[in-house]
């Protein structure tokens, strides 16, 4: 099981002819087109200046060029580094200095960082990347494979401190999207739904790597547009999202047993899946979303199983050759998926390792009486309270059950009696006028007095990532200002 990416890409080329993406700009790319592309890439990187083992950062609009500059890295011996494109002019400056990459890969019309060497890409192949590309002929030697080398380095999405960059060999992503392909049974007959962003490893390694390693085809789509997914449907085979593709596709009315016939599978992850929307999908489609757990460090680590029941509200077994464990109610990770550390931050990756090798996630969770795995929460948002622990998963659940809310956030804000005061954030449904007495008292009812809210703030909505992510930090930021 320790193929590279190139031997799979390798496997790849004997059938050159195969669609491997069509894309929403009207072009398409076969797998010996794609190849060709990356090629030209690679060789402009060299020719502009990159020596193997340099970092590539790029911040550029999702395109079927940014994707191909990952394998072009892959091909050369560089180092992909992929950038939010919400980063704001600040942040790219830390991740320049951090990362120092030789060249910085931008959209057109954008103010230039100094001190590196900038080259411009837009969304269709346009840029002056592509009119240096357009001198080269693609017949690239590949640089010498090893499952050890350096592929990318993914930044956190630090809502903790600093972003620090994960370092992600070959042979982690190659392991991770074989075992992938494999228990989701991916084969060259699967047309994959592809509308996540490209700078994150959701869309980046785990919608392209898996079906890059089956043979299959992405419609690629560049934003996700509910309407466009659901026009796609009957002739995909299968979707992966992050869960507010879920909620969005359940407010729209083509989202019904017959448009989805022709899907076979529909994943989740990033962030949580309500238990109710895996239910509701379930009830309008006929389909069992399949939840799975990973993150930027350690790629894929559980799924639940393909055949077998898909529990809502879990994330399922661990991936064959991974070991997950949970020791004190901490979730950790051992296995052929899991980084080679943070960049330039040996103390960071110390801390976070276990004596006998195992990644700490910094998840919370435990598992079911089936052996799925259930997370309930991130350590750093664990409350304490008086000396209490609180663990805001069981207070939501409780908030998100009463008539008239939609979801709930629960966070502990600077208090001086407590040291933190938990403190709840509501959204209510349409209409509705909620009132904070009455949630606290009903929560007084369920939950031991140290676990209620002090305060209930409502909102028109809860602050995410683009992963769909909810920024308690945010709130934290927002609330817990001394007023
Ligand atoms: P990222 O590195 O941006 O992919 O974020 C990884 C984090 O997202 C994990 O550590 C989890 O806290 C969270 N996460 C990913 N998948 C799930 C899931 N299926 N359910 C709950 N949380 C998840």
Redo the contacts with the bound molecule.
């Keep these: 099981m320790s193929l590279t990416l190139l031997e799979i890409a390798a496997a790849r080329l004997r059938q050159p002819d195969q669609l491997f993406i069509t894309s929403d700009d009207g072009r398409y790319f076969t797998y010996g087109q794609f190849w060709q592309l990356a090629g030209r890439l690679a060789q402009t990187l060299l020719t502009e200046g990159a020596k193997p083992g340099d970092r590539i950062a790029v911040q550029v609009e999702k395109s079927v060029e940014a994707i191909a500059l990952f394998y072009a890295c892959v091909r050369a011996g560089l180092i992909f580094l992929p950038l939010n494109t919400a980063y704001t002019a600040a942040e790219i400056s830390y991740f320049l200095g951090d990362a120092e990459p030789a060249i910085f890969i931008q959209s057109p019309g954008k103010a230039a960082p100094l001190g590196v060497k900038v080259i411009t890409l837009d969304d269709t192949g346009g840029g002056s990347f592509m009119a240096l590309a357009a001198l080269q002929d693609g017949a690239l030697v590949n640089a010498p494979d090893d499952a050890e080398r350096l592929a990318a380095i993914l930044y956190?999405?630090g809502t903790t401190g600093k972003s620090k960059g994960a370092m992600l060999s070959v042979g982690n992503l190659a392991s991770n999207a074989l075992a992938l392909a494999k228990l989701w049974r991916f084969t060259p007959d699967d047309k994959l739904i592809h509308a996540l962003p490209v700078y994150?490893?959701?869309g980046l390694f785990v919608a392209t790597n898996t079906v890059f390693a089956s043979g299959g085809q992405l419609l690629f789509r560049r934003k996700f547009d509910v309407n466009d997914i659901v026009r796609l449907f009957p002739q995909a085979t299968a979707l992966m999202g992050v869960p507010t593709f879920y909620t969005r596709l359940l407010q729209h009315e083509g989202l019904t047993r017959a448009t989805t016939q022709h899907m076979r599978l529909f994943v989740?992850?990033?962030?949580?899946?309500l238990a109710e929307t895996h239910r509701d999908f379930f009830e309008r489609t006929g389909h069992a979303v399949l939840?799975?757990?990973?993150?930027?460090?350690t790629n894929m680590n559980t799924s639940n199983p393909y055949e077998g029941e898909r529990r809502a509200g879990t994330?399922g077994m661990a991936l064959p050759g991974t070991e997950v464990r949970v020791r004190e109610g901490g979730i950790e990770v051992r296995g052929p998926n899991v980084f080679k550390g943070y960049w330039r931050n040996p103390e960071k990756t110390a801390a976070e390792f276990t004596a006998d090798g195992f990644f700490i996630?910094?998840?919370l969770g435990h598992f079911d009486d089936k052996g799925y795995l259930v997370?309930s929460g991130?350590a750093k948002d664990l409350i304490i309270t008086g000396g209490f622990n609180v663990y805001p998963k069981e207070v939501e659940e409780l908030i998100d059950a009463m008539p008239g809310v939609l979801e709930s956030a629960v966070i502990g804000l600077p208090d001086s009696d407590f040291g933190e005061a938990v403190t709840a954030v509501v959204v209510p449904k349409a209409g509705v006028a909620l009132d904070e007495a009455a949630i606290i008292a009903a929560l007084k009812e369920n939950l031991a007095s140290y676990k209620c809210p002090k305060r209930v703030i409502v909102v028109l909505e809860l602050p995410r990532n683009t992963?769909g992510?909810v920024q308690k930090n945010v709130l934290r930021k927002t609330y817990g200002l001394p007023v």
Aim: no cysteine.
């Design positions: 956190t999405s994150h490893t959701h989740s992850g990033s962030a949580p899946l939840e799975r757990y990973g993150m930027t460090e994330v996630t910094g998840d997370i991130r992963m992510k």
